[in-house]
Nanobody, 118 residues
Framework: QVQLVESGGGLVQAGGSLRLSCAAS????????MAWYRQAPGKQRELVAF???????NYADSVNGRFTISRDNAKNTVYLQMNSLKPEDTAVYYC????????????WGQGTQVTVSS
């Protein structure tokens, strides 16, 4: 079954940390780029970070220096470590990937809620 399953969201105070996980199945994980997106209420979905098959990471300016994306190819899992969280980080976070390597992003997880209180 082709799917992405996120976990690790929750409620945290400003300045706190959370780690999101995304377990992939049905795709060739090790040669696929993986990404995290988020969508806040009333806003468009935005790219938070992505990581290439070789481990190169890129971040949105709003999270650079606070968030870290990583991957464990042995576990078919991608992570998003979120530190120094701010209320504006509150959103539903989605894991995403292309079904085919080097293809467009077309596979999404169900999303996990992250709420940061002030």
């Amino acid at each position: 079954q082709v799917q992405l399953v996120e976990s690790g969201g929750g409620l945290v105070q400003a300045g706190g940390s959370l780690r999101l996980s995304c377990a992939a199945s049905g795709i060739t994980f090790s040669i696929n780029r993986m990404a995290w997106y988020r969508q806040a209420p009333g806003k468009q979905r935005e790219l938070v970070a992505f990581i290439t098959s070789t481990g190169t990471a890129n971040y949105a300016d709003s999270v650079n220096g606070r968030f870290t994306i990583s991957r464990d190819n042995a576990k078919n899992t991608v992570y998003l470590q979120m530190n120094s969280l701010k209320p504006e980080d509150t959103a539903v976070y989605y894991c995403a990937a292309p079904r085919k390597p080097r293809g467009n992003i077309d596979l999404w997880g169900q999303g996990t809620q992250v709420t940061v209180s002030s």
